[in-house]
């Protein structure tokens, strides 16, 4: 209690001791502006660059410490809500997709004209005129007029005119007739073809093949009553030619 008393005659001593003057200067300093004439003249005797110091610093307590804050909350929230929708709407797209594990039918009587796709796989019993490109097998016993591009390739008793590719096997069964260009990576040909084959792996000719145009392969059997109109090159095996006779030749002048 001695403390406090002390403290109080001491703050009552230094307000007695304030002359007139100086208390009315300190009024005058701390008031309020009543008119808008005395608030003009504050302003002009305050200097300019105060005015700016301290609303910056106004800005900076008031606001610095929340906007940090909600900056952090907001990319917070972009990390957590954004990222996962734009893994799953890619995530289905064309480009990654597996092939669908589906056949489609074109059916005896029906004719389709115009390109078709799909990421299954595709039988043709009916017509097609147009384009055909599927990400699983092609199997075509009926008729197709247009370029055919497939995993796979079985034709049975098929009419097809257009250029046949297939990125594995091609098996072309008997009465099967296609004119146009043959591509794969190995061949079983028991029908007509009226073209070129071009075939990565081997070829097998059946009895009852029959073939014009010019044959390229890893190797051929043909079977015996077989018929070819065209060259066979076996550009893909393993044995060069040209160059097993030039390292004989060579082999030869040598021992000579």
Do not use: W
């Given at each position: ?6 403290l109080k005659e001491d703050l ?22 009543e008119t808008a004439d005395d608030l003009s003249k ?215």
């Amino acid at each position: 209690m001695g403390f406090f008393s002390e403290l109080k005659e001491d703050l009552s001593q230094a307000v007695t001791e304030l002359t007139p003057e100086e208390l009315e200067a300190e009024k005058t300093e701390n008031a309020a502006p009543e008119t808008a004439d005395d608030l003009s003249k504050m302003l002009d005797n305050m200097d300019l660059d105060q005015l700016a110091n301290a609303e910056a610093e106004s800005d900076t307590k008031v606001n610095g410490e929340e906007n940090v804050k909600v900056g952090e909350a907001e990319e917070t929230v972009e990390q957590e809500v954004y990222e996962p929708r734009t893994e799953k709407l890619f995530a289905g797209s064309v480009a990654s997709s597996p092939v669908a594990d589906e056949n489609s039918i074109i059916t005896l009587n029906m004719t389709v004209k115009g390109d078709i796709t799909s990421q299954g796989s595709l039988e043709v019993i009916g017509n097609v005129v147009g384009n055909i490109d599927v990400m699983g097998k092609l199997n075509v016993t009926g008729s197709v007029t247009g370029n055919s591009k497939a995993a796979e390739f079985y034709a049975e008793k098929a009419r097809i005119n257009g250029e046949v590719h297939s990125e594995g096997s091609l098996k072309i069964g008997q009465s099967s007739i296609i004119i146009g260009n043959v591509f794969g990576t190995s061949a079983v040909i028991a029908g007509a073809v009226k073209g070129d084959i071009d075939v990565h792996g081997p070829v097998i000719l059946d009895a009852s093949a029959i073939v014009m145009g010019n044959i390229k392969s890893k190797s051929v059997q043909i079977n015996n009553g077989a018929v070819i109109e065209g060259m066979c090159s076996q550009c893909y095996a393993d044995v060069n030619p040209t160059s097993f006779f030039e390292n004989v030749k060579k082999s030869s002048g040598k021992n000579k």
